[in-house]
């Protein structure tokens, strides 16, 4: 069975969701659900395994979410605690988890039900203390939950809801033979529920083999586009020198909020970073080379709009849901067209409007026609750009005259080292040519007789 049709939106009240979990969320804003929602949550309330397909920034998180809190809360009412998970949510990324985990704590602000998040690059002790004293629902990433595994740690035994969440993700990073082991360790009577916003043969053979009798939710028809089409989407041919100088400005546009820069590799992601802190602007980069306090200083100050730009990696990035993200600029052309889709679903989340922009180098032309192709995007050949093109103003909203520094240059280094060296050297040369002092005689007196004389 396959649901594609769009579903009157009604309140989560309306499709079964209990009391405390709605107020949860009337809290903070979220009272009418996505039709991703609208579809998944009464199915997946009667337990019933689902694979969910909607663009990224399109709700899945509280479609599965809210139906998991739902359910941990009868379970707690029904039988009593054992401090084991009946809930597991599996994450390809750190970031994901975390993001996961907050939503859970936000809808669930009201309830019982007890959420760890655990994923790798942090000290054990914590997580292994929550652990044993127990724990609802663990949200983590495949290799720290592998880990508490088979330390025997973590007891996946009573799992009865089991959520993998960008699955896809999981395909591209390599998780999926970790995250079969995982499953092997849960009973087979579960509901599994999986969300992807694409559907790649080897998500799709996992969903065959490990989910029971699924019914798809697709939230818009056959015929929709993977890109939100609430995002503006631009694709320049830019040179790779001139990339920083239509970056500048272009994070000095009108309509320009918080920003998000996606490169391909960790040392472009932090040169980029650096350089446009040098040019003046508040910027800061998440990549793999920083440990995992550094990146979610950086993640912190972004949410808090202390920064406006956050660099990123496609790794370090993927499955981050940050609020009021206007722009979203590819430093490169991404590999793949799912990438693309990742990348640039970062904006126009939620039902707001973004503005996507991809900066393609000669050398990546073919690659852009295949992602065009794939996605239909009617962008066949991108426009060549300069950061003095005047359609780079208009398209962006720049506003006329914009530079792309608003900070003076920093001395180079070797002039910077140099200035003590000519300062030394000027001091010399002025006491060599002051005129010198006659030496004064000092004057003694020998027995009563004065002595004249240098001595």
């Not at 880990?147 to 007891?155: G, H, P, S």
Request: aromatic residues 4%; contains cysteine.
């Amino acid at each position: 069975m396959i649901l594609t049709e769009q579903v009157a939106q009604d309140t989560f009240l309306d499709l079964g969701v209990a009391e405390p979990i709605a107020e949860a969320l009337a809290e903070v804003g979220i009272i009418r659900p996505f039709p991703i929602q609208t579809l998944a949550i009464p199915l997946a309330l009667g337990g019933t395994d689902l694979i969910g397909q909607a663009r990224t920034g399109t709700g899945k998180t509280l479609a599965f979410g809210v139906s998991m809190l739902h359910r941990m809360e009868h379970l707690a009412e029904e039988e009593p605690s054992h401090g084991k998970p009946r809930g597991l949510v599996i994450c390809p990324t750190r970031e994901l988890a975390v993001q996961v985990g907050r939503d859970l704590a936000v809808a669930g602000k009201q309830l019982r039900t007890r959420v760890l998040t655990i994923y790798g690059g942090t000290s054990y002790d914590d997580q292994l203390g929550a652990l044993a004293t127990g724990v609802d629902v663990v949200v983590g990433t495949p290799g720290r939950l592998l880990d508490l595994v088979q330390r025997r740690a973590l007891d996946l035994s009573e799992v009865q809801v089991l959520v993998l969440d960008e699955a896809d993700e999981m395909l591209d990073l390599g998780f999926l033979p970790d995250v079969e082991r995982l499953l092997d360790k849960t009973p087979r009577s579960r509901q599994t529920m999986l969300f992807s916003a694409t559907m790649p043969a080897p998500i799709l053979t996992l969903a065959r083999s490990r989910l029971n009798r699924p019914i798809n939710i697709r939230a818009e028809g056959e015929d929709a586009q993977a890109t939100v089409p609430d995002i503006k989407q631009f694709v320049y041919q830019a040179h790779d020198l001139d990339k920083p100088e239509v970056i500048a400005r272009i994070i000095q546009a009108e309509d320009a909020e918080k920003i998000m820069i996606f490169t391909r590799t960790k040392r472009a992601a932090q040169r980029l970073s650096d350089d446009l802190v040098d040019r003046g602007f508040a910027a800061s980069s998440i990549h793999g080379d920083l440990n995992q306090a550094a990146r979610e200083r950086s993640l912190k100050k972004f949410r808090a709009g202390t920064i406006r730009v956050l660099v990123a990696t496609d790794v370090a990035a993927r499955g981050i849901d940050i609020t009021g993200v206007s722009h979203v600029i590819n430093n490169e052309c991404p590999d793949s067209d799912s990438t693309y889709v990742h990348r640039i679903g970062r904006t126009g989340r939620a039902g707001n409007t973004g503005v996507a922009v991809t900066l393609v180098d000669w050398a990546d032309l073919h690659r852009w026609k295949l992602i065009n192709e794939a996605l239909d995007l009617g962008i066949p050949t991108p426009v060549e750009t300069y950061s003095s093109s005047p359609h780079l103003y208009s398209d962006l909203g720049i506003p006329e005259g914009t530079k792309g520094r608003i900070v003076p240059p920093k001395p180079a280094r070797h002039e910077a080292e140099a200035k003590p060296q000519q300062h030394r050297e000027r001091r010399r040369a002025e006491r060599t040519e002051r005129p010198s002092k006659p030496r004064r005689r000092r004057r003694r007196v020998v027995d009563g007789v004065e002595v004249k004389g240098d001595q």
